[in-house]
């Protein structure tokens, strides 16, 4: 058993399914777009998954966080409006980003300083407390899915079966066979497309490309995908590549909402200066000349216009009024068209939203995540 592993981590374990076993108890993780090929009784990247005696063992049983949240805040704006979410997180990451958010949970294997204690959950057990929390999504989030992905089906599954949607917030990087594996029970998945530009991603740990195309299969899949990209100052802000990335999106598909969020100082990134909303309006623009038809600026409520809420792409009728993580207005039908001109809005709907608390967060356990 490798001994990095924290104990109790590494006894909340079962066999995997997303991996292939090589010639000498070799395995190959297909999780993510790493696709680490693990020697016996090695670790792979992400820290959480480990070979032992040429089996692949994954995280199981067990939750770092679980949280309450309006669904805007993971953020869809075009699913479920104004519902709660039930959002639960494990330890580990495949990328390490110095900006990272959610940093306690993702990073708390490889940083000392990020201590919190997870707590042993069954799937039954989440999907309990979910129903009594009046949660309508299910989510995993905080740490990054695709590495627990075995659980977060066992977690959907049971959810499926008492009548919640499922959704991952995720950093994208999957493979070919982990969106066939989630496919069926995933229904909506945040990409956070954290730049254009391959150098940059790989000083957070990863590569552009498998994210790119996990977009365009996810989006093939049938699965609802968002997109976010949180704008850093002279990281990710260039015109030309918020250009590009746009493009990209506008390609698998105009209708791909896009949230361009702003960033605040956090974990080891403490240069940049917090993002304005000016900056949020700008790169907005950008992504509305891309051929987006879904635009949105994100944590600066109150701040960029129009841009927290939904207009009909027929008519230009306001079919979402939004502050922060609140709906304020909905003129949606049940089906999702527009209440003015009748012309169906993309996205997953249902019954419109009644009063929605402004701020329902409630924090179960842990520490205080971010999406
Ligand atoms: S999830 Fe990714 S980082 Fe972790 S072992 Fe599998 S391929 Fe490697």
């Not at 039954?124 to 977060?152: C, F, K």
């Not at 996810?218 to 704008?231: N, R």
Request: glycine fraction near 8%; include cysteine.
């Amino acid at each position: 058993m490798p001994i990095e592993l924290p104990p109790l981590l590494a006894s909340s374990t079962q066999e995997g399914e997303l991996y292939e076993r090589l010639p000498n108890r070799r395995v190959r993780c297909l999780a993510c777009g790493h696709r680490c090929p693990i020697p016996d009784g090695a670790l792979g990247v992400c820290k959480v998954r480990y070979n032992a005696g040429g089996r692949l063992l994954v995280p199981w049983n067990y939750v770092a966080n679980v949280q309450c949240d309006p669904i805007e805040k993971k953020p869809f704006f075009h699913a479920f409006p104004g519902s709660t979410t039930y959002s639960f997180g494990m330890f580990g990451c495949d990328l390490h980003c110095a900006y990272c958010q959610n940093w306690v949970t993702s990073q708390a294997i490889r940083d000392p300083d990020a201590a919190v204690t997870p707590v042993e959950r069954s799937s039954h057990d989440l999907v309990d407390e979910a129903i009594r929390s009046g949660a309508r999504v299910m989510v995993s989030t905080y740490n990054e899915p695709l590495i627990t992905a075995e659980w977060g089906v066992a977690v959907f599954q049971a959810a499926r079966a008492a009548g919640m949607a499922t959704a991952f917030v995720s950093n994208g990087n999957a493979t070919p066979e982990v969106v066939d594996y989630l496919r069926q029970w995933v229904d909506l998945y945040k990409v956070d497309l954290k730049s254009f530009d391959d150098r940059r991603y790989r000083r957070l740990g990863g590569r552009l490309a498998p994210i790119l195309d996990s977009i365009q299969r996810l989006h093939d899949a049938g699965i609802w995908v968002e997109i976010v990209t949180l704008l850093i100052e002279g990281f990710n802000d260039e015109p030309d590549e918020i250009a590009a990335l746009t493009r990209f999106i506008a390609d698998v598909s105009p209708e791909i909402p896009w949230h361009v969020t702003a960033f605040h100082r956090d974990y080891r990134m403490q240069n940049p200066g917090d993002t304005t909303p000016q900056m949020l309006v700008r790169a907005a623009e950008i992504g509305r000349l891309a051929g987006l038809k879904f635009v949105y600026a994100g944590n600066q409520p109150g701040r960029v216009g129009d841009l927290e809420n939904t207009r009909c792409s027929t008519c230009g009728a306001r079919v979402i009024e939004r502050r922060g993580f609140s709906v304020l207005e909905y003129a949606l039908t049940p089906e999702g068209n527009c209440g003015s001109c009748g012309a169906p809005v993309p996205g997953r709907w249902g019954v419109a939203p009644t009063q929605r608390a402004t701020n329902h967060t409630h924090r179960a356990l842990g520490s205080e995540p971010s999406v």
